[in-house]
Structures are given as C-alpha cells and as structure tokens.
C-alpha cells in the first residue's frame, strides 16, 4: 500500500489541490535556489532552536527517546541540506510525504508537526525578510505550506485507507460518514 507510488500520486493529488498563490512553485525554488548559501548558513541556528522549542515542551518532548536528540537532529540537517540542493520535484514532494508520515508511526501529531513548519517558515523568514524584497521569506513561507499540506494529506490518506482495510467498507461510504459527522457538529454550532 504505501509504495513509492502511493507517495507519488498523494504528492501529485495534494499538490494539485492547493491553490498556486499558497503552493511553492518554480519561482520560488529559483529564489530559494538563489540564495542557498545564505540558507545553508541558517542550518545550525534553525536546527539548535528547532529541537530547542520541541524540547522545552513537555508533550513534543515526550514523543523523544533518552538520548536520542543528537540523531534527530541530523535528520534535520540532512532535510536542510537536501532541500536546499533541488531539484523541487514529484520526487521531493513524495518524499515529504513520506517524511511527513514517518513522524506520524512515531507519536507525533499533525498540530505537533504543522505548527513546527510553521516555526521553520517562521524562523527562516525573519532572518531573510530583507532578501530580494522578502520573495525569499515568502518562498520559504510557501515551500513549508506545500509540506504541512502533504502531511495532512498524507495522514488522512493512510487513515482513510486503514479504515477501508480493516472495515472492509468502501472510501465513498467512510468518507460520507465523516460529511455526515461534519454535518452535525455544524448544526450545533452554528
């Protein structure tokens, strides 16, 4: 079920669905692309406040294993610097996919992980706000949306398709129940 092409066509289907002004698009990789060593020189910096925050908070820093931050952070690194390489392809954006779901197998929820790309747009934008008229802060802001909508994306798909598996009931009829549920929290609020 979650082959390279699982990944592949949730990538395509996410992407095609989020609207080009929010999406990262070839514009935005040429200027990322551009200034990759003034990014490059944020790596350490982001890495150390990245794992920083997760950590001064009890509930991410609960999804950790004693010892286990010297590890984790190379991951990010490695994320960092192959971002930063391109191409920003089907390839990239499965993979992000897939690194998305990853987090997921180990405890980590999609708020934990969503508002942690936004730290990182956060983060990065702040400090390249003045590059290019802050087009770089905005590419940046773009490239980690395009990811948490690939995490999103990819959470529902494997819960969608669990469900299907293990119910035996059919995509269309799980996801009318879910409208159907959606339908009366509305009414109750509204």
């Known amino acids: 079920?979650?082959?390279?092409?699982?990944?592949?066509?949730?990538?395509?289907?996410?992407?095609?669905?989020?609207?080009?002004?929010?999406?990262?698009?070839?514009?935005?990789?040429?200027?990322?692309?551009?200034?990759?060593?003034?990014?490059?020189?944020?790596?350490?910096?982001?890495?150390?406040?990245?794992?920083?925050?997760?950590?001064?908070?009890?509930?991410?820093?609960?999804?950790?294993?004693?010892?286990?931050?010297?590890?984790?952070?190379?991951?990010?690194r490695t994320w960092w610097r192959r971002t930063l390489e391109g191409p920003f392809d089907l390839d990239y954006w499965a993979w992000q996919a897939w690194v998305g779901l990853i987090h997921v197998r180990r405890g980590v929820t999609n708020p934990m992980m969503l508002g942690h790309a936004a730290f990182v747009a956060r983060f990065v934008g702040e400090r390249v706000a003045h590059v290019e008229e802050g087009r770089l802060a905005q590419a940046v802001s773009r490239l980690m949306a395009t990811v948490s909508s690939l995490i999103a994306e990819g959470y529902k798909e494997v819960f969608v398709e669990a469900a299907r598996s293990f119910t035996g009931q059919s995509r269309e009829l799980l996801e009318r129940t879910v409208t159907l549920a959606l339908e009366g929290v509305s009414g109750r609020r509204g």
């Open 1 to 76: 079920m979650l082959d390279k092409d699982f990944f592949t066509r949730l990538a395509q289907s996410a992407l095609e669905q989020m609207p080009p002004e929010d999406r990262f698009s070839g514009e935005d990789a040429e200027v990322l692309l551009r200034h990759r060593d003034l990014l490059a020189s944020l790596g350490e910096e982001l890495v150390q406040a990245f794992y920083n925050a997760l950590f001064a908070h009890p509930t991410t820093r609960a999804v950790f294993r004693e010892g286990e931050r010297p590890k984790r952070e190379e991951t990010l």
